[in-house]
């Protein structure tokens, strides 16, 4: 079973669309992450989230606007999509935040998005 | 805003090879993370170091943490090609322990 799972895994979409990027976890974790990895590898977080509730907003455009249903859920939707949002969205989770030893961080496959 | 620096970014070696990556910061953490990250895959974490000072062995591959916590290093001995990949360091600093990460350094090991 894979422990952490995103959909969808390619996603190519036309600018100014609205799409959602799904992330489920079955680790039983408490706190949930999304992360951005652009063209040069940079990765970068942007979203983390403990027991459905936001810690840590880093800056990021309001068009991004994650939603945590439950603390095995933890979905992106991006509105009004343009050029430089293409880049990989990678969700991740730990047991709980902060990234103590034996406190693992476990990343999905990632969410390969292009704006065209 | 803090900065990692990883260098080199580009390593080809030959197999057999000894190598050393290096994280720099002008900033303090409290940890730091190595991560590896293949093509197509999410980073996997490596290991997690939290003392200065403090030094961890995963077989080949041998983290330091500097003394000041404001960098580390990653050592492999005798490289395999299944070392491939990109390595990354993380550091984690503030009350939310917000992370920073390394541009990575992207690692091919030649059989």
């Known amino acids: 079973d894979t422990a952490v799972s995103q959909t969808p895994k390619y996603l190519v979409t036309q600018m100014g669309n609205d799409k959602s990027i799904k992330c489920e976890q079955n680790?039983?974790?408490?706190?949930m992450y999304w992360y951005k990895q652009d063209s040069k590898k940079f990765l970068k977080i942007m979203f983390s989230?403990?027991?459905?509730?936001?810690?840590i907003n880093e800056t990021v455009p309001n068009r991004f606007s994650p939603k945590s249903p439950d603390k095995a859920h933890l979905n992106l939707h991006i509105n009004s999509l343009e050029l430089g949002d293409s880049a990989v969205y990678f969700c991740?989770?730990?047991?709980?935040?902060?990234?103590?030893?034996?406190?693992?961080?476990?990343f999905g496959e990632g969410s390969w998005l292009t704006v065209v | 805003t803090q900065l990692l620096e990883q260098s080199p970014q580009f390593l080809s070696i030959q197999e057999g090879e000894n190598l050393t990556v290096y994280c720099n910061s002008s900033?303090?953490?409290?940890?730091l993370q190595w991560y590896r990250q293949e093509p197509g895959e999410g980073p996997v974490l490596l290991v997690t170091?939290?003392?200065?000072?403090e030094v961890k062995k995963l077989k080949r591959l041998t983290f330091q943490f500097g003394d000041a916590r404001k960098d580390s290093s990653l050592h492999i001995t005798a490289a395999q090609p299944g070392d491939t990949g990109l390595y990354l360091c993380?550091?984690?600093?503030?009350?939310?322990?917000?992370?920073?990460f390394g541009i990575g350094t992207k690692l091919q090991v030649i059989p």
């Open positions: 991740a989770s730990s047991l709980y935040r902060g990234p103590g030893v034996g406190n693992t961080i476990y």
């Open positions: 900033s303090v953490f409290s940890s």
């Open positions: 680790l039983g974790h408490d706190t």
């Open positions: 170091v939290v003392t200065g000072g």
């Open positions: 989230y403990n027991n459905k509730e936001l810690i």
């Open positions: 993380a550091g984690y600093s503030g009350g939310y322990q917000k992370v920073t």
